[in-house]
């Protein structure tokens, strides 16, 4: 009992660590950011077409061609108790795109939870919008127990010309919250727009600004190169709280496996792992 003890107030303290320096966990839960892809690019992904669009802009779904399947895990800052995992299905349809999307966060005693589900659907061939419903849950040990709040998210994406990819994406407008004993806890609003260029069909970069309720902007730029056929290299900045970040992927086989890893300056590396199946 003493050492569960010790153990959870050493928890709690890298818990109000984080808290304190990273804008993304002042409020009761997140926006999860996932897949490994957009990881490496410092989440300058708003305006880039992938099954993680489920978490960055669904209307990049609708521009998916088969159905895909995704699992992602990634350790916050090597913290054992901080681990992500989720998985995403995009189901292409005559009407649109559905997508489906879970994300757990935590441990036994503390987790969370996110399970959305999505459509999205093109207006031509090169604008297209989706929105998704969002059910959230928190659990605290058996003291605090159980709360849960609904979100819901959307943007567009267009492509006006050749190689040139625009962006946009709010979460949470009508600021959900959770309700709890001590008083609500809000989820964050959060709204982010970005430009993408694509060089030569191998090089592209990418500009996004990320601006959270209460929160000065968020700056982020992101670069993706295929060095060889169907090997990428990716990098990435941002700022606010400022971190780096790299990345590679490789696809075979409708099989692709991506790698990133982000530093933060003051909690450390954070190692991305996502792999992804497209059927034929």
Do not use: C
């Not at 996932?34 to 960055?56: E, L």
């Not at 933060?264 to 992804?276: N, R, V």
């Amino acid at each position: 009992m003493r050492r569960r003890s010790i153990f959870l107030r050493n928890f709690v303290s890298v818990f109000l660590l984080i808290v304190w320096i990273l804008p993304d966990h002042s409020h009761a839960a997140e926006n999860y950011l996932s897949g490994s892809r957009f990881a490496g690019m410092a989440n300058a992904s708003v305006m880039i077409p992938d099954i993680w669009s489920v978490s960055h802009n669904q209307a990049g779904l609708a521009f998916l061609t088969n159905l895909t399947f995704s699992l992602h895990h990634e350790n916050k800052f090597i913290v054992p108790q901080y681990g992500l995992n989720a998985v995403a299905l995009a189901i292409p349809t005559k009407p649109g795109t559905l997508g489906f999307s879970f994300y757990y966060f935590g441990y036994s005693n503390y987790h969370e939870t996110k399970s959305g589900l999505s459509f999205s659907k093109l207006f031509g061939q090169k604008i297209s919008a989706g929105v998704q419903i969002n059910y959230h849950s928190i659990y605290i040990s058996e003291e605090f127990g159980r709360s849960s709040a609904l979100s819901v998210e959307g943007g567009f994406l267009a492509q006006p010309v050749k190689g040139l990819f625009i962006g946009a994406h709010i979460f949470n407008p009508s600021q959900s919250r959770f309700q709890s004993p001590e008083g609500d806890e809000y989820l964050p609003t959060i709204f982010r727009f970005g430009l993408g260029y694509r060089f030569l069909n191998m090089v592209q970069v990418n500009l996004e600004t990320e601006k959270q309720t209460d929160f000065k902007a968020i700056w982020k730029i992101g670069l993706e190169i295929e060095a060889v056929d169907h090997l990428y290299l990716r990098g990435g900045l941002a700022s606010d709280p400022q971190f780096n970040t790299v990345g590679l992927g490789y696809e075979a086989l409708g099989i692709r496996g991506d790698l990133a890893f982000s530093f933060h300056p003051q909690l450390g590396f954070t190692p991305h792992f996502t792999l992804t199946y497209t059927f034929p």
